[in-house]
C-alpha cells in the first residue's frame, strides 16, 4: 500500500467513525470522556489543529459542524441531554487522569 492509499483509507476511516458517532446521539460527549478519555469536541479540536498543522484554518467552530454535522448550538439544543449526577461524579473522579488533549503529538 502507497502512502496515497493509506491516507484515503484513514481518511474513509475517520468519516466512518463520524458516521457511527452521527447515528449515536444518544451517547453523550461526558459517557465518551468516563469511557476513552476523549468526545466529538476532541476530535473538532484535533481536526482544527491538524488543519492548521496544514497551513489551512479550520477554526473550532467549523470543525464542530464537521464532527456534529450541523452547527453544535443545534446539535446540542436538539441531543444533548442533562449529565447525571453518576456521569458527573464520574468525570470528576476521572478527570484527574485526563492529559490535557494535545492537538498535536
Same mark, same amino acid.
Given at each position: 500500500?502507497?502512502?496515497?492509499?493509506?491516507?484515503?483509507? &484513514? !481518511?474513509?476511516?475517520?468519516?466512518?467513525?463520524? %458516521?457511527?458517532?452521527?447515528? +449515536?446521539?444518544? /451517547?453523550?460527549?461526558?459517557?465518551?470522556?468516563?469511557?476513552?478519555s476523549?468526545?466529538?469536541?476532541?476530535?473538532?479540536?484535533?481536526?482544527?489543529? &491538524? !488543519?492548521?498543522?496544514?497551513?489551512?484554518?479550520? %477554526?473550532?467552530?467549523?470543525? +464542530?459542524?464537521? /464532527?456534529?454535522?450541523?452547527?453544535?448550538?443545534?446539535?446540542?439544543?436538539?441531543?444533548?441531554?442533562?449529565?447525571t449526577?453518576?456521569?458527573?461524579?464520574k468525570?470528576?473522579?476521572?478527570?484527574?487522569n485526563?492529559?490535557?488533549?494535545?492537538?498535536?503529538?
Open positions: 500500500m502507497d502512502n496515497k492509499e493509506r491516507v484515503e483509507i &484513514e !481518511a474513509a476511516t475517520f468519516r466512518r467513525l463520524l %458516521g457511527h458517532l452521527d447515528s +449515536r446521539k444518544d /451517547v453523550q460527549n461526558i459517557d465518551l470522556m468516563n469511557l476513552a476523549f468526545c466529538r469536541n476532541c476530535l473538532s479540536k484535533w481536526y482544527s489543529a &491538524e !488543519a492548521e498543522n496544514r497551513g489551512h484554518e479550520v %477554526g473550532y467552530d467549523a470543525a +464542530r459542524e464537521i /464532527v456534529y454535522g450541523m452547527p453544535y448550538l443545534e446539535w446540542k439544543a436538539k441531543y444533548q441531554q442533562e449529565a449526577q453518576e456521569q458527573l461524579d468525570f470528576s473522579q476521572q478527570s484527574k485526563f492529559k490535557k488533549i494535545s492537538p498535536v503529538n
